[in-house]
């Protein structure tokens, strides 16, 4: 028995590929909110930059495999706390994603997975009636949790491409944060619910940084004329 299970051991250690990928992604986000008690509708939130992460793969099977790494995102939401009034919110957070992937991993697979945030910048915008009043902007503010939680799942198609969901467990906003205004403490976000998800487009999220450079040097290099 114990000899079997060496063997078993040895030969996924064998055929265990090991690389590194890496990737950017868009972010189309939404915020769940409820605010005094009454739930509130979102505004889509589209960042393109700046968010990116390295990923180590390790691919156990052609069909299942793990991966970690580190991570870079701009999340936030947009709503409307009154008809004239617009609100803005955003963080910068440093990510530690760890997950799972199950299907034809040279193919079309699944993967999900959990990740770990730290915001370190934080901005608030506000518009009336369309105009601009108020733009606030701090790095490792206490008005966010020094740190947040996800939830994710997403599908990678076989050119590339790759579709991604995610919900974040905990709160957006510190609600027990307070501040000071004209000499009166008051806690603005005690009454405000925050949880952002949202859906990211990117492509070659798992493909081998390595073997794809490689392949782009050398359709390069057919094209370059040879000396006469």
Not at 46 to 68: A, C, K, R
């Amino acid at each position: 028995m114990a000899i079997s299970c060496l063997h078993l051991m040895l030969n996924t250690q064998a055929q265990t590929r090991t690389y590194v990928s890496g990737s950017s992604e868009m972010i189309f986000s939404f915020g769940k909110i409820i605010s005094n008690g009454n739930e509130m509708s979102s505004e889509l939130r589209w960042s393109p930059v700046f968010n990116g992460e390295g990923l180590m793969n390790h691919d156990f099977t052609q069909h299942m495999g793990i991966f970690y790494g580190l991570a870079y995102r701009n999340v936030g939401f947009i709503y409307k706390p009154t008809a004239d009034t617009l609100k803005k919110f955003r963080t910068y957070n440093l990510g530690i994603p760890v997950g799972i992937k199950l299907g034809n991993l040279d193919g079309t697979f699944l993967y999900g997975g959990y990740e770990f945030e730290m915001p370190f910048n934080y901005k608030e915008k506000t518009f009336i009636d369309e105009v601009k009043k108020e733009v606030f902007d701090v790095w490792f503010t206490d008005r966010v949790n020094w740190y947040t939680q996800s939830v994710f799942f997403g599908i990678n198609f076989k050119g590339g491409t790759n579709l991604k969901f995610k919900y974040y467990i905990d709160p957006f906003f510190n609600r027990n944060f307070s501040q000071t205004v004209a000499g009166v403490a008051t806690k603005p976000f005690e009454k405000l619910e925050v949880n952002v998800f949202y859906i990211a487009l990117s492509w070659n999220v798992f493909k081998d940084v390595k073997s794809y450079n490689k392949s782009r040097f050398n359709k390069q290099a057919e094209h370059v004329p040879t000396a006469l």
